[in-house]
């Protein structure tokens, strides 16, 4: 059982819809990230935290909110998506900055 | 100039067969390295840290030349199971940003 979790692990989504994911990690670190799989892509930073600071933000649209309520948890909502938005949404943590992510098994988002 | 570049895969390889991953990264001043393994459909997982003293193992070996700004991974004695895409990551000099390279998908035939 992974330390990182992700829920739902599938979404599908219409355009106009919001909806939200959840990452929780129960390892006790200090860093969490949001990364977006496109198929055939590699992956791509969205947001980084940091003790529950937003230190990056990888030029996301504003359709994709994160929230860091505490260093445990991490949402990110959605709304009024595109399909090109669909893919494979992975939460990771780490003790700290600059050391190995753990990654949650991820949110395979489809928009229609 | 990407970030953290790779070999272009895929690699098909027999089982048995040593195979060898490169990877280049544009950030000298870069502070960790690490090579992740990927399974199709599946989340990343950590495979080993790359240290400058070079680390191994098992049949795994990592090297990392700073100067060059090259990170390289050797499978020795490949299995079936080792079929993969394997990612090098690269962590920002800013801190809490790891950047991951294309990947290397890796097949592995009987």
């Known amino acids: 059982e992974t330390g990182v979790t992700q829920t739902p692990r599938h979404l599908v989504m219409g355009m106009t819809n919001k909806k939200s994911l959840k990452c929780e990690q129960h390892?006790?670190?200090?860093?969490m990230y949001w990364y977006k799989q496109s198929a055939k892509k590699p992956l791509e930073l969205m947001f980084v935290?940091?003790?529950?600071?937003?230190?990056e933000n990888n030029s996301v649209p504003s359709r994709f909110s994160p929230e860091c309520p505490n260093s445990s948890h991490l949402f990110l909502h959605l709304h009024t998506l595109q399909p090109e938005d669909s893919a494979l949404y992975l939460c990771?943590?780490?003790?700290?900055?600059?050391?190995?992510?753990?990654f949650g098994q991820g949110t395979r988002l489809t928009v229609v | 100039r990407k970030e953290v570049e790779q070999d272009p895969g895929p690699f098909n390889v027999p089982e048995g067969a040593t195979v060898a991953f490169n990877c280049t990264y544009s950030?000298?001043?870069?502070?960790?390295f690490f090579w992740y393994r990927q399974d199709c459909r599946k989340e990343p997982k950590l495979l080993m840290s790359v240290y400058s003293s070079g680390n191994e193992d098992g049949r795994f070996t990592a090297q990392l030349n700073r100067a060059s700004q090259y990170i390289s991974l050797l499978i020795r004695d490949s299995k079936l199971s080792d079929s993969a895409t394997y990612l090098c990551?690269?962590?920002?000099?800013?801190?809490?940003?790891?950047?991951f390279g294309q990947g290397t998908e890796l097949s592995v035939k009987p």
């Open positions: 990551v690269v962590n920002s000099y800013q801190g809490g940003k790891l950047i």
């Open positions: 390892l006790g670190h200090n860093a």
């Open positions: 935290y940091n003790f529950k600071e937003q230190t």
């Open positions: 950030n000298s001043a870069s502070q960790s």
């Open positions: 990771a943590s780490s003790p700290q900055g600059n050391t190995e992510a753990f």
